[in-house]
């Protein structure tokens, strides 16, 4: 068994489970910029701004008070309050604390729901391309992703009409991400509804990732809990409130399964972060609230700059991003092979992409990533490296 130490050797599951393919690129972009080379990133899946004073001010003070043990398994009891306003507030929705799981990171809260529903052999409908994490938890849990291939006809969503007609004996559920990573496509409170009703007209669960809510930059994307208040909702405090390396997400479910997941949280994690939890809460507040709003109108400019700029230098991107802040591109001009593409990119032009490989099969090999997590300086920079080398397979 290749890989394999042992007599036994490792696990089946960990030979279906793929790196990322872009450490190839970044660890290239590394050894690059020890060599002296100026290297323009837009591959990472963060915000480029350090976390918010006033919540960096807020951990101090939680470890200054001795906040560090564990905590409760479903989070501390304010932070669940605060995030039951803020579904008031944001969505004018009354989802009660008991309904909230703090988790660790939307990852944390991906593990629960597929430790939730899976049992062997179960399929949950997901689309390709999307955050490949996913189909990872589910075999992880000895289920699989569905893939079901995507693209601009049904703006790089799944549909109602979709999960129908993917549906299997053995498929338990459909997730969407909205807006998604890679392709920054929303789905609109209609198409929310329709895919619920496909759904829960087969028995299934609907899980809705919605970890790039306020990075939305045209109109709030609305909230699956609007049309679908069974649906598990999965969130984070990761991209809009700017702490990914705080570890600290957040779930939404029926209140028994909450019960059920909070048994499975004491067995996983005991707890999350106790010091980044009484961290978050600061994120609620009016005057870190107007930071994020900021940033979140630099990420809106930095698209606006961005997708045109894009689509000049000979890349098709045919559904308008409304979220997140990624433009996946149609690269078929350029190459069939994107991994390839993104290693001649950054070594002659010293810019750092991530290849469309990194997020599913269906047609990934002809698509990259573009993050518009850096400066709009670095990203005018980049824009004209690009320029200079495509130029000649553009004409
Ligand atoms: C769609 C999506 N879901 C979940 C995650 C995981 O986020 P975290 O665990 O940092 O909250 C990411 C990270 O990039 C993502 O893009």
Avoid at 83 to 104: E, W
Avoid at 339 to 345: E, G, I
Wanted: proline residues 6%; aromatic residues 8%; contains cysteine.
């Amino acid at each position: 068994m290749a890989g394999s130490v042992g007599k036994r050797g490792y696990a089946a599951r960990v030979a279906e489970i793929e790196p990322f393919r872009v450490v190839e690129v970044l660890e290239r972009a590394t050894q690059l910029a020890a060599a002296g080379q100026d290297i323009v990133h837009m591959a990472a899946g963060e915000p480029d701004f350090a976390t918010a004073q006033p919540i960096i001010e807020a951990g101090r003070a939680a470890l200054a008070r001795g906040e560090t043990h564990y905590s409760q398994a479903a989070g501390i009891p304010q932070l669940r309050e605060a995030l039951s306003r803020h579904y008031a507030d944001t969505y004018g929705l009354d989802v009660p604390p008991s309904r909230i799981m703090v988790t660790p990171g939307a990852s944390g809260a991906l593990l629960l729901i597929a430790a939730l529903l899976m049992n062997p052999g179960d399929g949950m409908l997901m689309t390709d391309p999307g955050y490949p994490c996913n189909r990872h938890f589910m075999r992880l849990v000895e289920g699989h992703g569905q893939l079901v291939p995507v693209g601009a006809d049904s703006n790089y969503q799944l549909s109602g009409e979709l999960a129908q007609q993917h549906w299997q004996p053995s498929t338990v559920g459909a997730m969407v991400a909205s807006p998604a990573n890679p392709t920054g496509t929303a789905l609109s409170r209609e198409d929310l509804a329709g895919l619920s009703a496909a759904v829960r007209a087969r028995g299934g669960h609907l899980l809705v990732d919605e970890i790039y809510h306020g990075l939305c930059y045209e109109g709030d994307a609305p909230s699956v809990l609007e049309v679908d208040p069974d649906a598990f909702v999965i969130n984070s405090f990761s991209k809009y409130f700017g702490m990914t390396g705080w570890r600290l997400g957040w779930l939404v479910a029926p209140e028994a399964a909450v019960v059920e997941m909070e048994k499975l949280a004491q067995n996983l994690f005991i707890s999350m972060s106790t010091m980044a939890q009484h961290a978050a809460l600061a994120g609620f507040e009016p005057a870190t609230r107007e930071i994020l709003e900021e940033r979140r109108d630099v990420f809106r400019q930095r698209r606006d700059y961005l997708l045109p700029a894009v689509q000049e230098l000979g890349f098709a991107v045919p559904c308008k991003p409304q979220g997140a802040f990624y433009i996946y591109a149609d690269a078929s001009r350029f190459t069939d092979d994107s991994q390839a593409f993104c290693l001649r990119l950054l070594e002659e032009n010293g810019v750092a992409l991530t290849p469309g490989l990194d997020f599913g099969h269906h047609r990934a090999n002809e698509h990259l990533r573009f993050s518009y997590t850096t400066s709009m300086e670095r990203l005018e920079v980049a824009v004209e490296r690009l320029d200079s080398v495509l130029r000649g397979a553009n004409a």
